[in-house]
C-alpha cells in the first residue's frame, strides 16, 4: 500500500474545513486547523507535505503565517496553497511574493480545488524523486558520496553539540583494478553489490550510515559510537566479507577483501571535519600498506 501525502487545511470557519476535508480525505491524510496557534503546532508534529490556509483569520491572518512558515528552515520547503475569498490582484501578489504557491478562492469548486492541490502534490513528489535520486548510487542503492557528505556535517554539529564520540570507516576493495582485469567489470559490478550487502547487514541502527565514496570505495559512519564500540564492528564486516561467496556467470565463484581505515573522535568546537575524515583515509592507506585484508585504527 502506498503512503497518502498529507495537507493541513487551516480555516477558522468549520464549514469550510468540513466542505475541504470531504472533498480530499478519499486521496490524502487530512489534518485540520482553525487558527495560527493550532496550524503550528501541527506542522511540527505531523509536517505535512501541502498546506491549504485561508487568508482571513483571527489572531494571525495568513499572510503572516505564511511569513513564519517561510522564516523557519524546518517548514520553509512546504507548499502553501491560499484558500480566499479575496479577489483582488494586489492580494493575489502579495500571497505570490511572500511564497504562496497557488490560489484557491472561495466559494469551491470541487474539480478546481482537486486539481490544484493534485498538482501540487505531483510537483512535491516529482521534486522528491528528483532529490532522492541525485543522493543515491545507482550500482548499490546506497547513499552516494554527496548524501554522505550532507550527512556527516549533520552528524558531526550533533557530536559537537552533544559531546559525544563519532566515528567513521573508510573502507576500499582490495586490489579491485586486478580483480575487474581478470573477471570483467560486469563481475566488477557484481563484487561491488556483494560489499554493499554485507555493509548494509552489519549496520544494525537507525543512526549508522553507510555510503559508497566512489569507485571501490565505501564510507561508514557510527554516530556515538567511540572507538571500542567501532572496532569489532570494523572487524566484523572485514571478516564477513572475505567469507562472502560471490558467484561469477559461468558457474564459478570469487571472493574479495578490504582493507578499513577507522577514525574515532569527540570532536571540539574547532576542530575540522575533514580532518577527522582524512584521519581515517590515512589509517585506511597504512592498513594498505600493511598488506590489506585488515582494520587499521588512525594515531
Not at 494571525?60 to 513564519?68: C, L, P, R, S
Not at 571472493?255 to 589509517?283: C, H, Y
Request: hydrophobic share 40%.
Amino acid at each position: 500500500m502506498v503512503d497518502k501525502n498529507s495537507i493541513l487545511i487551516v480555516d477558522d470557519e468549520k464549514a469550510n474545513l468540513l466542505c475541504l476535508n470531504h472533498l480530499l480525505s478519499a486521496d490524502y491524510v487530512i489534518y485540520t486547523a482553525r487558527g495560527a496557534k493550532e496550524a503550528f503546532g501541527i506542522v511540527e508534529k505531523y509536517r505535512p507535505d501541502l498546506i491549504l490556509l485561508d487568508v482571513i483569520m483571527p489572531e494571525m491572518n495568513g499572510y503572516e503565517v505564511i511569513a513564519a512558515l517561510k522564516s523557519s528552515s524546518l517548514t520553509k520547503d512546504i507548499p502553501v496553497v491560499f484558500i480566499t475569498g479575496l479577489n483582488d490582484h494586489d492580494d493575489e501578489m502579495k500571497g505570490l511574493n511572500l511564497g504562496a504557491e497557488d490560489y484557491i478562492t472561495k466559494p469551491f469548486h470541487e474539480a478546481i480545488v482537486k486539481l490544484r492541490v493534485r498538482n501540487q502534490i505531483k510537483m512535491l513528489n516529482q521534486m522528491r524523486a528528483i532529490e532522492r535520486l541525485s543522493m543515491l548510487d545507482q550500482l548499490t542503492d546506497m547513499a552516494n558520496r554527496r548524501s554522505f557528505n550532507q550527512r556527516m556535517d549533520k552528524e558531526w554539529r550533533m557530536a559537537i553539540r552533544a559531546r559525544s564520540p563519532v566515528s567513521l570507516m573508510m573502507i576500499d576493495v582490495d586490489n579491485f583494478k586486478i580483480y575487474n582485469d581478470t573477471y570483467g567489470h560486469q563481475q566488477g559490478d557484481l563484487a561491488l553489490r556483494a560489499v554493499s550487502d554485507v555493509l548494509k547487514r552489519n549496520l544494525m541502527r537507525s543512526t549508522d550510515f553507510v555510503a559508497r565514496w566512489g569507485g571501490e570505495e565505501f564510507a561508514v559512519l557510527l554516530p556515538l559510537t567511540d572507538a571500542r564500540g567501532a572496532l569489532p564492528i570494523a572487524e566484523s564486516i572485514r571478516v564477513d566479507i572475505e567469507n562472502t561467496v560471490i558467484p561469477c556467470p559461468d558457474d564459478t565463484s570469487t571472493r574479495v577483501t578490504v582493507s578499513i581505515g577507522l577514525n574515532s573522535q569527540i570532536p571540539m568546537q574547532n576542530e575540522s571535519m575533514d580532518d577527522f575524515i582524512s584521519k581515517a583515509d590515512k589509517a585506511l592507506y597504512t592498513a594498505k600498506e600493511m598488506g590489506r585484508n585488515r582494520v587499521r585504527e588512525a594515531l
